[in-house]
Every structure is written in structure tokens, then in C-alpha cells.
């Protein structure tokens, strides 16, 4: 039987801090080659953040932010905690981050233009390619 260590030499889950709800105001920066928020001498690792930048204004290097959301604490260092939010407050605008779909409630699909002949086919399908098979060719009766 072969076995491996989850956490490393030393770990377990006794180990890991609890996750704590905070609301958090500071400023934004890069720390370690990715987006974080510096509030006093803790540097916060925003999860999913990277993927606002640039859908959000003002969120860039600099600005001061607030966030709220769930926070665990490094355990190799106390000055480092990974955040995972729920708002975010920039400019005296504020997004809503919690997730919007459960397994409850999945996320409703497009509604499809439907073909006049059979309804339940979509258009997409009524179509023919040009070049050999398509309309330059005479249909097959």
C-alpha cells in the first residue's frame, strides 16, 4: 500500500486557520505577481479578483477598495490571508461577488430563434454551406 502526506511534514488539519468574516478597506497592489489588497501590514490574496480588472472602473493598481467577505489567515505567515469575497465597494459603487447560480437554481439558457416549418428546430439548422454541397448545387429530389 503506498501512502503520501496531504499537508507536508508536520501538517494536519489542526493546523489550518479558521476562516473568519471580515470587511476590509485598503488599497490595491501587486504582491507575488498578483492583484491584493494591502490594509496596514497584512497583504490580503484576493481570489478571482484578476478576473474583474478591467470590467470594473477604477480597479487597477492604487485604488481604494473595500471588501467583505471570508478570510483565512497564511499559516507560514500572519501578515498574508486569502480572501474570498462577497462585495466589493470602489468608488462609492458597490458589486455584489457572492455567486450568483446554486445547484438550486442552475442559470437560464438563451432563448433560440425557432424555425417556422418545424418549431422545435432551431434556424441554425436551415442553412446550407456555399461550395460543393451547397446551394450551388441543384437539391436532390
Known amino acids: 500500500m503506498v501512502q503520501a502526506q496531504v499537508w ?64 483565512t489567515t497564511s499559516p507560514s505567515d500572519k501578515n498574508i490571508k486569502f480572501l474570498r469575497p462577497s462585495k466589493l465597494t470602489i468608488n462609492g459603487k458597490v458589486y455584489d461577488l457572492a455567486s450568483p447560480a446554486s445547484p438550486s437554481s442552475p442559470p437560464a439558457l438563451p432563448e433560440l430563434p425557432s424555425n417556422p416549418v418545424n418549431p422545435g428546430t432551431p434556424r441554425l439548422y436551415q442553412y446550407r454551406l456555399p461550395g460543393p454541397m451547397g446551394p450551388m448545387m441543384p437539391r436532390r429530389r
Open 8 to 71: 507536508g511534514p508536520g501538517w494536519n488539519q489542526r493546523n489550518i486557520p479558521a476562516a473568519e468574516t471580515v470587511t476590509v478597506s485598503g488599497t490595491m497592489v501587486v504582491a507575488q505577481g498578483q492583484p491584493a489588497l494591502k490594509s496596514g501590514d497584512v497583504t490580503y490574496f484576493v481570489s478571482g479578483i484578476s478576473q474583474l480588472i478591467g470590467f470594473i472602473d477604477g480597479l487597477k493598481e492604487g485604488a481604494q477598495v473595500t471588501f467583505e467577505g471570508v478570510a
